[in-house]
Structure formats: C-alpha cells, structure tokens
C-alpha cells in the first residue's frame, strides 16, 4: 500500500468527483493505503480538513499558512501558541505546515513569509511536531531560518514536494529531514531532480501528489488525485532499482516515522 504524504482533499477542483470520500474511496482502491491531506490557510481551511479526517480512515491533516498566504491578516492573527493549541488539540492533525518561504510568486510580503515561517518552526520545536515545507525560489533563505530558528537539530520535518537545488536537500538531510517527490520526477525535463532523488536515502524518502495539482506522467496535464501517488512511486522504484512492493513499504516506514501520531489516530 502507498501513503500520499502531500495533497489537498477539499479543494473544489477535482473533475468528476463529488466529495472528498470519493477521492479517498478511488485511492483505495488503486493501493493507497493513507492520505495527508495538508492545510494552507487556517481561518478558511481548518474546519473542512478535521471533517475530512474524522469521516475517513488512514486519513490526516496537518495546520498550517501557506507562503502564499502569510501576508492576510486572518492567518498573522494566528500566534505561535494558537497553532501549537490547535496541533495538539485534536489526534488527526499530525503536522504543521505547509509553511515556507516563495519568492517565486512573492504573493506575501518576503518579511511576512520569513515570519510566518519562523513562528511555524518554534510551534513545531516547542510541540516535537513535524513541519512540511514549501520553498521555491529562496534555497538560501530557507537554509539560514530552518537552521537559525530550529533550535540545533530540534527540528523535524519534510521538504515538500521538491525542486529547490541539490545543495538544500543535502543541507536538510544533514538536518535529519525527509525529502519528498511529486509528480514533477516523472517529467521529461526533471532529470536535474532525477538525479537529487538518488543521492537521497532510502529511508528518507517520501512520496506525495500535492493533488489537485503536478499530475505525473501519463496523466501530465490533467487533473491530479492521490491515487495517482502509485505513479510516481513506481517512477522512484525504478530509480532506486528496487521493486514497487519493497518501495510502497519503505516510504510507508518513512511515513509513520516522521508523523508519528499517525501510528496511533
């Protein structure tokens, strides 16, 4: 069984679908054993995503403001302390974030980014939580906040769905973080990520879709869901040279060692 470690359950752009349980149901069904289904913005997002997971098994969420995000005002109204409150508050909600910094789309103010992301790291240290970051186009950044302001190691976490330089996921894996793929491997112009995926450990990989969006090859250009995580999965396989059976358990190993209450909501 694969695990979707990255995608968005109740976004309303999914062709065909009718409900999030639907989503779940066809994932099931294509061997998907578990799905995070990850916020990006808690005052429009949080409610949705804790009926999402408590209507659906194997199925979690995490709190977080997207970059994106960061500069509204009804996401700076969430303190340090109102998102570690919430995080712990309920045992479907295994992570924080996705955080981060994107000076891509710079669609927040970079300083509001780079706060943002600071007050995410200190919930996840103060609470032993695992952060899910977003960074696109601000390696350097990213490098100097998780290193400044995750407290020596403290800091656990993934870098989400990744296309950043080979010198940040060597940086983050010296930090003891998780890298995960998405659907972008599988293209025909990702070899530069091709080739980061193989330096990466085995036991420090992670798969996800970040549906509805990055659709893997053969369905690239189309609509996303998290049954096509096998898809990439079977890509990465192949790359490591192993079968699809032995990498589906891997990167669920991966998995529940990182977000460890997963193990038991």
């Given at each position: ?17 009718t ?9 099931k ?6 799905i ?7 005052s ?20 977080g ?132 995926a ?21 369905h ?46």
């Open positions: 069984m694969w695990i979707d470690s990255h995608c968005h359950l109740n976004y309303h752009k999914y062709e065909g679908i409900s999030p349980e639907e989503l779940v149901n066809t994932a069904g294509d061997g998907v054993g578990g995070l289904t990850v916020c990006c913005r808690i429009e997002e949080l409610d949705k995503l804790l009926e999402i997971v408590d209507s659906n098994e194997n199925v979690w969420c995490t709190i403001t997207h970059p994106h995000d960061s500069g509204l005002g009804a996401e700076k109204a969430y303190s340090q302390q109102d998102i570690m409150k919430i995080a712990q508050s309920h045992e479907k909600i295994i992570g924080i974030g996705e955080t981060g910094l994107d000076y891509y789309y710079d669609n927040s103010p970079r300083e509001e980014q780079r706060n943002s992301f600071a007050k995410h790291i200190h919930a996840c240290v103060e609470t032993g939580m695992p952060i899910v970051i977003h960074t696109r186009n601000a390696e350097k950044d990213t490098a100097n906040i998780m290193k400044n302001e995750g407290k020596g190691g403290e800091l656990k976490g993934v870098m989400h769905c990744y296309s950043s330089a080979q010198w940040l996921a060597e940086e983050a894996l010296d930090m003891g973080f998780y890298i995960s793929f998405s659907g972008m491997i599988t293209f025909k112009k990702s070899e530069e990520l091709r080739n980061i193989k330096i990466v450990p085995l036991d420090r990989v992670l798969i996800e879709t970040d549906a509805p969006f990055l659709a893997p090859v053969p690239r250009g189309k609509m996303n869901y998290p049954a096509y995580v096998a898809h990439t999965g079977a890509f990465i396989a192949n790359l490591y040279n192993i079968s699809h059976e032995e990498f589906a358990k891997i990167t669920t190993d991966n998995f529940f060692r990182l977000f460890t209450k997963a193990r038991t909501s």
